[in-house]
Nanobody, 118 residues
Framework: QVQLVESGGGSVQAGGSLRLSCAASGLTFSRYTMGWFRQAPGKEREFVAKIRWSDGYTYYADSVKGRFTISRDNAKNTVYLQMNSLKPEDTAVYYC???????????WGQGTQVTVSS
């Protein structure tokens, strides 16, 4: 079955950086558009970034554009989220997601906590 395992979360001060990783298994990774979402306490889960499987094109939420970078390594079945210039409002649980190329079904990881203190 499809498994997505996030790592790299933690606590950092404002202005710092973190890199999240998501290791995927049980799927043909190179055919999946991969993304990151986040959910802060009391808020709905929101889109952060995604990278298209076909051409590597990337999309970002306006709130992270210019600070976060999504990338993928198809040889390692891993997607990354480099987060720079972190702000307290970036505090959330970050989830990795994989979109099935034909059905559009979205698989989710278990999430990793990111806490940014001011």
């Amino acid at each position: 079955q499809v498994q997505l395992v996030e790592s790299g979360g933690g606590s950092v001060q404002a202005g710092g950086s973190l890199r999240l990783s998501c290791a995927a298994s049980g799927l043909t990774f190179s055919r999946y558009t991969m993304g990151w979402f986040r959910q802060a306490p009391g808020k709905e889960r929101e889109f952060v970034a995604k990278i298209r499987w076909s051409d590597g094109y990337t999309y970002y939420a306006d709130s992270v554009k210019g600070r976060f970078t999504i990338s993928r390594d198809n040889a390692k079945n891993t997607v990354y989220l480099q987060m720079n210039s972190l702000k307290p409002e970036d505090t959330a649980v970050y989830y990795c997601a994989a979109d099935h190329p034909t059905t559009g079904h979205r698989y989710w990881g278990q999430g990793t906590q990111v806490t940014v203190s001011s």
